[in-house]
């Protein structure tokens, strides 16, 4: 390739500087490695995936895990690799898709999640949560990527595609290495800082799906809902990025600088039939599911509280609604709140920066970053309107027809005092008047569907320097800090506070007024909102445009997240002073250092937001700020035992050591142990222990405490419930309200849940032991088998709704029972005064165990080119959970206690063919196994009543094929598909796939394919 001179170098830093500085403007206003040879797309065919980084490179490698570089490649933990090709094979726009295509990672947020989406992706090892993923680049850390966010995990979205080398997924607990958060693993994203020349990648891709589920679209239109039939394209998804970089003449500098744009479309659930509306479980004896919905629909749904009387159970309807002539009458409507809903968040990221460093002398090389990205994505869910948010209503609406006004309004639903009389109200006019008790659930079908409009903008920037103090001692230091500036705009909201007062009508009786004899709001009236506008929501017609308009509301919010990072190291090799095993010829190496971290939070809200008076939002969203710092040491050694000696080629241990000093929460120490020994050249055994930290984070701490969606279930709500009436006693239903508790039938029920200043830092113990196989006899095949357990105490969260709520039925324990409050009609859902109190705490953990599989091999031949074949395949034995006393096995499950479906064995396999003539072929297949659903265990803690189509997902197969021909020297095309048969994803109901849980549009979309066939086309070119 084509030298790039200094002066070009020089240039290109000027433009990507100045590009740098003026993005901000144009944006939304809501360890480098060893020199290695330039790896594209026409460098040899390697594996995909693998266990160890590319052998390519000369002198010493640090490998993710240790800050000691060796020139053994061998990891005493075990690690994962995913490099470039990988990443282009897959037609990939998005660094997350790849991620989550591994065994070993599970998808959090992603671009499949709508309602409760915070517009980021982000890296879950492990299914211990991406709290518990450190995320790292070239080694150091990646600044947390949203302040709305409970986990202020990573943004994946600032990493650039292009410039990825590698990726490294290293299991189990690095804390004594990196420090806290590496809990569950860490992702360390090895860029190519040393890139020499010029590249442009382009990659455009669609999802093509034949909607042909006769059995789905026949429900869904025998519910009166559309459902969409035949092929369709949609999901489109561009990205274009440059790369470019060049070394100074004299050799000693270096800089790389990129540019990337990126561009996706939305995909609605309403144009998939298997997602088209919302499932439920059917009536009992029932084979088939029934289209749900919301209990918040058009016409109105109204609910009374007059269930009980005095005591006694009145025997009145308590659900109404309107016929289609908008005429009262008992029942309920349900509103179908999936078409709308996205399956594919829209989106458009720019990102651009550099790595440079210059190596003035041996002992003062220094270097320096830059990372921008700015993104902005739209997260869109059912239109807003009246949740229940208003509970009474004047019985002088004139709005009201005749039997409205005397259902309502009957004496046994009306307002009273604590004396239990009648509450009379001053009209204007002198007159009085009564309200009653009644809630409305009235869906904004004008206004159409919430939209969260969020804009994340980072930059990240280190400067540094490393060199040689003396022979065989080294330092590194480096400054390092991030920032992700954050807003929001929530569109489309209905005002709690404005559709009370629009409902609050009256007849404007006031001589001389403009409006004498007209229907006005009271607030008009009497003064205090002269801009009100009366809302008539009591018929079938739709609500007015001046209506719309003066009750439809947006939200604000804006944040950001800093962190500030400075650390140093000096290691020391013993080899270069004698100190050295008498039986090995490598020297004793020894790392020490220490670092100091501080990260902070401030997220604002507006009042609408503050307040709660988001009608959609499920409760007030409130400020936070809030920081906290830590000061660390840190050792690790490395001591070669033995090599090249029989039985023992090599033996190698490793320790470290971190002692951490939080300003909230004290000091804690983490620290490893770990052993290599390869008794001939062909096997190699590992081992090791790590306990690993996690402090709690700034939203943890000091997030304010607010009733939110949290459950998906109520044992007591409906006309049967699962519960007994012991049982829902101890839940806190009265006696006589038992089997009158209205069901949510979006199977979505309020918690109260927040911060706690008082939290301890967890703690986790993670073993692994494993082979390597390198046999001479077969070059290139190369096989790990590595067995880990990992074991999370106090785990710093909340309980969860669901689990407190079933371990109240299952011990009447207090501790449980006691934290349930219900509204006055007795439900967890229709009003804020009903819900669970589910805030932070330390308590219980999380323990998982299994094995990794890894194996490649490679075949390189003059004449018939190249074949590769990779495989990764995890098995997990085990996911135990312990909640405050309940403790259940998660493996192979799914639910709203046990999160999105764990398969028990997860593999991927690529087979690649390269042919001599620059035509080549990979193909993939992935593979999860069965899970069923939580409510069949055999675990009391777990089992419950299921619908029988809940019960199980089979097993889910997918095959990926891609075509790839270097046409000339510098050009290479990629044409091909994932999914390529177009496998649907499983369905289940509401209540198996809860949104808690990451489901979306009846299935788990981040871990299984829902949006069809993606078919891609990429060209890449090289000067």
């Known amino acids: 390739m084509k030298a790039i001179s200094i002066k070009t170098c020089l240039l290109v830093t000027t433009v990507f500087t100045g590009v740098a500085m003026i993005a901000p403007a144009s944006a939304q206003t809501t360890t480098d490695t060893p020199t290695a040879q330039n790896e594209g797309t026409t460098a040899p065919i390697a594996p995909a995936t693998s266990n160890t980084p590319d052998a390519d490179t000369g002198g010493d490698i640090v490998v993710t895990g240790s800050r000691i570089a060796s020139p053994n490649l061998t990891s005493a933990s075990p690690i994962t690799v995913v490099n470039s090709q990988e990443i282009r094979l897959q037609g990939a726009t998005r660094v997350e898709d790849v991620l989550n295509s591994l065994p070993q990672t599970f998808a959090s947020q992603s671009s499949s999640v709508s309602n409760g989406s915070n517009g980021t992706a982000t890296a879950n090892l492990r299914n211990l949560g991406d709290q518990r993923t450190l995320v790292l680049v070239n080694g150091r850390r990646l600044m947390p990527g949203d302040p709305n966010s409970t986990s202020s995990a990573a943004d994946l979205n600032v990493i650039p595609s292009t410039l990825i080398k590698r990726v490294d997924v290293l299991t189990g607990g690095a804390s004594s290495v990196y420090g806290s958060d590496a809990v569950g693993g860490v992702v360390n994203f090895v860029l190519d800082t040393d890139f020499t020349g010029v590249s442009v990648d382009a990659n455009y891709g669609f999802y093509n799906h034949n909607n042909n589920n006769q059995r789905l679209q026949n429900l869904v239109r025998s519910s009166g809902y559309d459902a969409p039939s035949g092929f369709t394209n949609d999901g489109k998804q561009f990205d274009v990025n440059l790369k470019i ?23 609605t659930q309403g144009s998939r039939d298997y997602s088209s509306c919302g499932l439920n479980a059917g009536a009992a004896g029932s084979s088939e599911y029934v289209c749900g919905g919301s209990a918040t629909a058009f016409p109105a749904n109204f609910s009374l509280v007059d269930a009980v009387f005095n ?93 409205q006004q005397t259902t309502f309004c009957r004496a046994t639903n009306l307002v009273r005092d604590g004396n239990g009389a009648p509450v009379f109200l001053t009209n204007p006019d002198g007159s009085t008047y009564n309200q009653a008790q009644v809630l409305i659930g009235r869906r904004n079908v ?44 929530y569109r489309n909201e209905f005002s709690v506070s404005r559709t009370q007062r629009a409902l609050d009508a009256i007849t404007d009786t006031r001589a001389g007024s403009a409006t004498l004899g007209q229907i006005v709001c009271r607030s008009v009236v009497d003064g205090t909102d002269p801009n009100c506008v009366p809302l008539n929501i009591f018929g079938s017609a739709a609500i007015t445009p001046e209506a719309l308009n003066y009750v439809q509301v947006a939200g604000f919010m804006q944040g950001q997240t800093k962190e ?35 990260e902070s939070l401030e997220l604002e809200v507006d009042t609408a937001f503050a307040t709660g008076d988001l009608a959609g939002q499920g409760g007030p969203t409130l400020p936070v700020a809030g920081q906290y710092n830590v000061k660390e040491i840190f050792a690790e ?35 490893k142990g770990e052993v290599t020994w390869a008794p001939v050249r062909d096997l190699t055994l590992r081992g090791g222990y790590n306990r690993a930290v996690r402090a709690p984070n700034v939203q943890e701490l000091f997030r304010a405490q607010s009733v939110q969606i949290d459950g998906a279930t109520d044992p007591c709500a409906g006309a049967t419930p699962t519960a007994t009436q012991a049982q829902c006693v101890n839940l806190g239903v009265p006696a006589n309200l038992y089997g009158l508790i209205a069901n949510n039938p979006s199977e979505q029920y309020n918690g109260l ?24 006899f077969l070059p290139g095949f190369n096989l790990t088998v590595d067995a880990f357990s990992i074991k999370v105490k106090d785990i710093i969260g909340i309980i969860g709704a669901d689990t407190i709520l079933n371990q109240c039925v299952q011990t009447a324990n207090p501790q449980f029972c006691g934290l349930i409050n219900r509204d006055a009609a007795g439900t967890l859902w229709q009003t804020p005064q009903g819900f669970v109190v589910d805030t932070n705490l330390n308590a219980g953990s999380i ?177």
């Open 847 to 1023: 323990k998982t165990r299994g094995i990794d599989v890894n194996a490649g091999y490679v075949v390189r031949t003059a004449s018939a080119g190249s074949f590769a074949a990779n495989f990764t395949g995890t098995y997990v034995d085990e996911f135990t959970r312990d909640k405050a006393g309940a403790r259940f096995d998660c493996a192979g499950l799914y639910g709203a206690q046990c999160g999105y479906p764990q398969s028990k064995w997860r593999h991927q396999v690529r087979l690649t063919w390269d042919g001599p003539d620059g035509i080549g072929i990979s193909g993939r297949w992935r593979y999860l196994s069965a899970t069923e659903f939580e409510r069949t265990s055999s675990d009391s803690d777990l089992a419950a009543g299921f619908f029988p189509l809940d019960a199980r997902v089979p097993s889910q197969n997918y095959f990926d094929l891609a075509l790839t021909a270097r046409v000339q020297d510098g050009f290479t095309f990629r044409l091909g598909a994932n999914n390529i048969l177009d496998r649907e994803p499983p369905v289940l109901s509401a209540t198996a796939s809860p949104i808690g849980s990451f489901g979306n549009g009846n299935t788990y979309p981040g871990i299984y394919e829902a949006n069809g066939r993606y078919i891609f086309v990429g060209l890449t070119v090289d000067m």
């Open 446 to 489: 004008e206004g159409g569907g919430r939209q969260s409009d969020q804009t994340h903008t980072s930059y990240r920037f280190v400067a540094g320097a490393r060199g040689d103090v003396a022979a065989g001692v080294s330092y590194d230091v480096y400054g390092q800090y991030g920032t992700t500036k954050y807003n929001q705009i």
């Open 311 to 403: 005591g006694t159970a009145t025997g009145l309807p308590q659900q109404y609604t309107l016929n289609g002539a908008g005429a009262l009458v008992p029942g309920r409507t349900l509103y179908n709140a999936n078409p709308l809903n996205y399956y594919q968040r829209p989106d458009t990221r720019y990102t651009a920066g550099f790595f440079a460093h210059y190596d003035v002398s041996e002992g003062f090389k220094p270097y320096a970053e830059f990372m921008f990205m700015d993104d902005r994505s739209v997260a869109q869910i059912a239109p807003s309107g009246n949740f229940s948010n208003t509970q009474v209503l004047n019985c002088n609406n004139p709005y009201l027809s005749p039997l």
């Open 245 to 267: 970089g060049g070394g100074t003449e004299d050799g000693r500098g270096h800089v790389v600088g990129y540019l990337g744009y990126r561009k996706i479309d939305a995909i």
């Open 637 to 671: 050694i490395q001591v070669p035992l033995v090599s090249d000696r029989p039985f023992f080629h090599e033996l190698t241990v490793n320790g470290g050591y971190r002692y951490s000093d939080y300003n909230t929460s004290g000091g804690v120490h983490s620290y």
């Open 564 to 598: 500030k990072i400075v650390s140093g190291s000096v290691t020391f090799r013993g080899s270069e002073y004698g100190i050295t095993s008498p039986w090995a010829s490598e020297g004793i190496a020894l790392n020490v250092g220490g670092e100091y971290r501080e």
């Open 753 to 776: 849940v927040g911060g706690n200043p008082n939290l301890r830092p967890e703690t986790a113990d993670t073993f692994t032991a494993g082979v390597i196989l390198q046999p001479r």
